[in-house]
């Protein structure tokens, strides 16, 4: 086929778009840190040069997808009774990378986590260690902090649940129930986990336990308040009905929809049996029943009971201004121990204080390790703080997300991370990076060659590259596969590195004047595929799609690296750019041989070749297709 002549009118022929405009995330290691942090002491120079990235962002004028819409994202608030562990590490992850891909998008987003402190659990755990429970809720919420730092995490507002703040916004939000008839004071007696925080029906005990496997004990008539959740049977049916996405996956859906229409009990929402709690309004010797409290830091931290109009900064949680920006919730993301308070019981309490419910709730599976149930008897647990210290902030994050259909259980495994990660990350991605730049700091002078005239192969690459943003969204937006987001932008890599080997730059430039020239050409294509991929990564690989952007000379600012400059000519490889030599991106990684058995040695090389034909082959791909049918 006849190359089309555009010579060095390429950064012209590559699709215009708007441009950018979003709160969009911090691509450096340096730009990394989150304004939760900014609650402790005096903000660093990397703070400080956060806040004037994302003030430069909102003060832009267009967006990468014409939207520029308010976006808010949570996570539940993590129970204070241990220190993190990889379930918590993976919740927040997910919200993560979907908060950084929309504000890369263009939507201002608001990204909400923190800690649930109150509780019959706390109180006792407090005790102990001999701790007042506000001394041991300060100390263990001071870790999932700690975990913010160490996975790069980027949250708008960490919220306490012992904030005075909160305590008053959750007892607006019983006075509006109580003033609505919604609450009865009655008498409770029946069966209680502590550790779940959760009553449980006779019929729902499996062998004497919780359905979670959490001791209960018999509650005898303690003096208790209750909502009306009985009222709320239909009026959730409907909602679920309408709304076929609010419950995600289906599997899920599936689990609410049977328990709803299994007929829905009144709630208690106070115990008079411990007193670490917010007060009941107008009977403090009750404290609230611990969910309602958690549930209502979704509102509280945008201001409520103030709900009208307002300005304030985003993540402030001042005044109605933040509630009628961000309410309702555009996702909650939950484990799905957990799905029955957010999918039940939390759209419930909104509709009978008069409030809008979310727009969709996620709940993801379990993670066991080496097929095993992670346990502490057991001493299997992951600590996601060796994960990083071990392996590293980006290959940890990518295994969580692209090891298992987002919404499937999980099974972790040191072999298969130490896998993925050479194989996606070291081999595919930072191999093609490594090639490309050499060659240009080899044979080009380390500058960036001036493009010739494209060929189909080029067009095919770049416009795959075009391609892959709209795919990305569907997976993050639309449906939450955060695992097929990985794999589309991963297909992006392989069709670099399937182009560099079939184009062979480093034959065709010793071809003569015009195979060096074509060679310059090859080169460039695969410089501004690498520029691409590496913004499409910045979400879940961050700090390494930073260093890609920084070795291709791309301008720190959110117009060069937000989604707009996939297709912003302006924002395009420019030749002439001098480029340092390059350094590996992402290193190699080796298995620790002192690891538990399950993980404990380099994985045997099957007949396919390195990573593939080994036995077990077909047992990991029936796995892999129930999993994807826990997800759909």
Same mark, same amino acid.
Not at 223 to 231: A, K, M, N, T, V
Not at 470 to 495: F, I, M
């Given at each position: 086929?006849?190359?089309?002549?555009l010579?060095?009118?390429?950064?012209?022929?590559?699709?215009?778009?708007?441009?950018?405009?979003?709160r969009?995330l911090h691509s450096?290691a340096?730009l990394?840190?989150?304004s939760?942090?900014?609650?402790g $002491?005096? @903000?660093? &120079?990397? *703070?400080?040069?956060?806040r004037?990235?994302?003030t430069a962002?909102?003060?832009?004028? +267009? =967006?990468?997808n014409?939207?520029?819409?308010?976006?808010?994202?949570?996570?539940?608030?993590?129970?204070?009774?241990?220190k993190?562990?990889?379930?918590?590490a993976?919740t927040?992850?997910a919200?993560?990378?979907?908060?950084?891909?929309?504000?890369l998008d263009g939507?201002?987003?608001?990204?909400?986590?923190?800690?649930?402190e109150?509780?019959q659990?706390?109180q006792e755990?407090?005790?102990?260690?001999?701790k007042s429970?506000?001394?041991f809720?300060?100390e263990?919420?001071?870790?999932?902090?700690?975990?913010?730092?160490?996975?790069?995490?980027?949250?708008d507002?960490?919220?306490?649940?012992t904030?005075a $703040?909160? @305590?008053? &916004?959750? *007892?607006a939000?019983?006075?509006?129930l109580?003033?609505?008839?919604a609450i009865?004071? +009655? =008498?409770?007696?029946?069966?209680?986990?502590?550790?779940?925080?959760?009553?449980?029906?006779e019929?729902?005990?499996?062998?004497?336990?919780a359905?979670?496997?959490?001791?209960?004990?018999?509650?005898?008539?303690?003096?208790?308040?209750?909502?009306?959740?009985?009222?709320?049977?239909?009026?959730?049916?409907?909602?679920y009905e309408?709304?076929?996405?609010f419950v995600a996956?289906?599997?899920r859906r599936?689990?609410v929809?049977?328990?709803?229409?299994?007929?829905l009990?009144?709630?208690?929402?106070?115990?008079t049996?411990f007193?670490?709690g917010?007060?009941?309004p107008?009977?403090?010797?009750?404290?609230?029943y611990?969910?309602?409290?958690?549930?209502?830091?979704y509102i509280?931290?945008?201001?409520?009971?103030?709900?009208?109009?307002g300005?304030?900064?985003?993540?402030?949680?001042?005044?109605?201004g933040?509630?009628?920006k961000?309410?309702?919730a555009d996702?909650?993301?939950?484990g799905?121990?957990?799905?029955?308070?957010?999918?039940?019981?939390w759209?419930a309490?909104?509709m009978?204080a008069g409030?809008?419910?979310?727009r969709r709730?996620?709940?993801?599976?379990w993670?066991?390790?080496?097929?095993?149930?992670?346990?502490k008897?057991?001493g299997n647990?992951?600590d996601?703080?060796?994960l990083?210290?071990r392996?590293?902030?980006?290959?940890t994050?990518?295994?969580?997300?692209s090891?298992?259909?987002?919404?499937?259980?999980?099974?972790?495994?040191d072999?298969?991370?130490?896998l993925r990660?050479?194989a996606n990350?070291a081999?595919?991605?930072?191999?093609?990076?490594q090639?490309a730049?050499?060659?240009?700091h080899?044979?080009?002078?380390a500058?960036?060659p001036a493009?010739g005239?494209?060929t189909a192969?080029?067009e095919a690459?770049?416009g795959?590259?075009?391609?892959?943003l709209?795919?990305?969204?569907e997976?993050?937006?639309?449906?939450?596969r955060?695992?097929l987001?990985?794999?589309?932008?991963?297909?992006?890599v392989?069709?670099?590195n399937?182009y560099?080997?079939?184009?062979?730059p480093?034959?065709?430039?010793?071809?003569?004047?015009?195979?060096?020239?074509?060679a310059?050409?090859?080169?460039?294509?695969l410089l501004?595929v690498?520029?691409?991929a590496?913004i499409l990564y910045?979400?879940v690989?961050p700090?390494?799609?930073?260093?890609?952007l920084d070795?291709?000379?791309v301008?720190?600012t959110?117009?060069?690296?937000?989604?707009?400059?996939?297709y912003d000519p302006?924002?395009?490889?420019?030749?002439?750019?001098v480029?340092?030599?390059?350094?590996?991106?992402?290193?190699?990684?080796e298995l620790?041989p002192?690891?538990k058995?399950?993980s404990?040695?380099?994985p045997?090389?099957g007949?396919?070749?390195?990573?593939?034909?080994?036995k077990?082959?077909?047992?990991k791909?029936?796995k892999?297709g129930?999993?994807?049918a826990e997800?759909?």
């Amino acid at each position: 086929m006849r190359p089309v002549l555009l010579g060095p009118m390429l950064l012209a022929c590559i699709r215009s778009g708007n441009a950018f405009s979003s709160r969009a995330l911090h691509s450096s290691a340096n730009l990394l840190r989150t304004s939760s942090r900014r609650a402790g $002491a005096s @903000a660093s &120079a990397s *703070q400080h040069r956060c806040r004037q990235w994302r003030t430069a962002v909102r003060m832009s004028s +267009g =967006t990468a997808n014409g939207s520029g819409e308010p976006y808010y994202i949570t996570t539940p608030i993590y129970y204070v009774n241990d220190k993190p562990h990889i379930g918590h590490a993976y919740t927040t992850l997910a919200c993560d990378v979907i908060a950084r891909f929309m504000r890369l998008d263009g939507r201002d987003v608001m990204f909400l986590t923190g800690t649930d402190e109150h509780g019959q659990k706390v109180q006792e755990s407090a005790a102990k260690q001999g701790k007042s429970p506000q001394e041991f809720c300060d100390e263990v919420s001071q870790s999932f902090r700690r975990l913010i730092d160490a996975m790069h995490f980027t949250p708008d507002r960490f919220i306490r649940t012992t904030e005075a $703040a909160h @305590a008053a &916004a959750v *007892q607006a939000l019983w006075r509006a129930l109580e003033a609505r008839g919604a609450i009865y004071l +009655g =008498t409770y007696a029946g069966w209680y986990s502590v550790r779940d925080e959760a009553f449980y029906s006779e019929s729902e005990l499996v062998d004497g336990k919780a359905p979670t496997g959490a001791d209960v004990a018999w509650v005898e008539k303690e003096p208790s308040y209750f909502f009306r959740l009985s009222d709320y049977e239909a009026p959730l049916l409907e909602l679920y009905e309408r709304e076929p996405r609010f419950v995600a996956p289906a599997s899920r859906r599936n689990e609410v929809l049977a328990f709803v229409r299994g007929g829905l009990r009144d709630l208690s929402i106070s115990r008079t049996s411990f007193s670490w709690g917010v007060p009941v309004p107008g009977d403090p010797a009750h404290v609230m029943y611990v969910w309602v409290d958690a549930l209502a830091n979704y509102i509280s931290a945008l201001g409520y009971p103030e709900t009208g109009e307002g300005e304030g900064e985003a993540g402030g949680g001042q005044g109605g201004g933040q509630f009628a920006k961000f309410w309702p919730a555009d996702l909650h993301v939950v484990g799905k121990d957990i799905l029955r308070f957010h999918a039940v019981y939390w759209p419930a309490l909104l509709m009978a204080a008069g409030l809008d419910v979310p727009r969709r709730l996620h709940a993801h599976g379990w993670w066991t390790r080496d097929g095993a149930k992670i346990s502490k008897s057991v001493g299997n647990v992951v600590d996601p703080f060796e994960l990083v210290a071990r392996y590293g902030v980006d290959q940890t994050r990518y295994f969580l997300l692209s090891e298992v259909p987002f919404g499937a259980d999980g099974d972790y495994s040191d072999t298969q991370l130490v896998l993925r990660c050479n194989a996606n990350l070291a081999n595919e991605f930072g191999n093609l990076a490594q090639r490309a730049l050499s060659l240009v700091h080899r044979n080009c002078g380390a500058v960036v060659p001036a493009p010739g005239a494209l060929t189909a192969e080029d067009e095919a690459l770049l416009g795959g590259a075009r391609g892959a943003l709209a795919a990305c969204r569907e997976h993050v937006a639309d449906t939450q596969r955060l695992d097929l987001y990985c794999k589309q932008a991963l297909a992006l890599v392989q069709d670099g590195n399937k182009y560099i080997d079939e184009q062979a730059p480093w034959k065709v430039r010793k071809t003569g004047p015009e195979g060096e020239a074509r060679a310059g050409t090859i080169l460039y294509c695969l410089l501004e595929v690498i520029r691409r991929a590496a913004i499409l990564y910045q979400p879940v690989t961050p700090l390494g799609a930073a260093k890609m952007l920084d070795a291709l000379r791309v301008p720190d600012t959110p117009a060069a690296r937000g989604f707009a400059a996939l297709y912003d000519p302006a924002q395009a490889i420019q030749p002439g750019t001098v480029i340092d030599k390059p350094e590996p991106v992402f290193p190699r990684l080796e298995l620790d041989p002192g690891l538990k058995a399950g993980s404990s040695g380099p994985p045997k090389q099957g007949k396919g070749g390195k990573g593939g034909g080994a036995k077990g082959d077909s047992s990991k791909a029936k796995k892999q297709g129930k999993q994807a049918a826990e997800a759909a």
